[in-house]
């Protein structure tokens, strides 16, 4: 079992739908990671925590501790979010590394 | 203010030969990552560099290896290439590692023939 697991593995909406991408993950974390990487490899950092919820503009994203899962939420959603999601967690022991997710491709028809 | 910067973008090597990708972080970021992407296993955790020493380290065979020079830039080098080495090779920097959000460079594509 992956240290890491997202769900749903592809995801295919209608613009405007609400989005939802889940992670959970089974080590102890100090934050939890969500990137966006759109075709041609170019990754960009959406949001890193470590409890509660965050937002940005459109996307939400959320972390319950206790239940080691975290979900990202996109509100209207727009052919542009079209991407692959990736969370990642940041291990608390150790040598702190990263660990990845799969990945959720999602794809936002107009 | 420039982003991270990654070169070559592209590379082709055949297998047994050795490469070094070069990362140079945004200024004033002194922690560096290395990420491998394969279509296989995904992102996977390479190492991560802070003020020239090297913080963390994945679970890679001694074949890959890095340094961090003293303006922060990054090298990695990969010895006796082999087919599976292929993949995206992507460094991310930060201003303190762990507890920071990464910038993410574009990334090396690497070819192993």
């Known amino acids: 079992k992956n240290e890491v697991e997202q769900s749903p593995q592809n995801l295919t909406a209608q613009e405007g739908e609400f989005i939802t991408i889940n992670c959970s993950y089974s080590?102890?974390?100090?934050?939890l990671h969500w990137l966006q990487q759109h075709p041609g490899g170019g990754i960009v950092s959406l949001f890193m925590?470590?409890?509660g919820k965050k937002k940005h503009g459109r996307l939400i994203a959320t972390i319950n501790i206790q239940e080691k899962h975290s979900s990202l939420h996109i509100t209207a959603s727009h052919p542009r979010d079209s991407a692959v999601y990736i969370c990642?967690?940041?291990?608390?022991?150790?040598?702190?590394?990263?660990?990845f997710g799969t990945g959720t491709r999602l794809t936002i028809i107009p | 203010k420039a982003g991270v910067t990654q070169t070559p973008r592209y590379l082709i090597k055949t297998r047994g030969q050795q490469v070094t990708l070069s990362c140079s972080p945004i200024?004033?970021?002194?922690?560096v990552s290395w990420y491998q992407q394969t279509p296989g296993q995904g992102l996977q955790f390479l190492f991560e560099?802070?003020?020239?020493?090297?913080?963390n380290k994945g679970n890679f065979p001694g074949r890959f290896s890095g340094r961090q020079f003293s303006n922060s830039r990054s090298e990695m080098n990969v010895s006796t290439l082999e087919l599976g080495d292929s993949a995206l090779y992507l460094c991310?920097?930060?201003?303190?590692?762990?507890?920071?959000?990464?910038?993410f460079g574009p990334g090396t594509r690497l070819t192993v023939l």
């Open positions: 991310a920097s930060s201003f303190f590692p762990s507890t920071d959000t990464q910038y």
């Open positions: 080590v102890g974390i100090s934050a």
């Open positions: 925590l470590s409890s």
């Open positions: 990642a967690a940041r291990s608390n022991f150790g040598n702190e590394k990263l660990t």
């Open positions: 200024s004033g970021h002194r922690s």
């Open positions: 560099y802070f003020s020239e020493t090297q913080r």
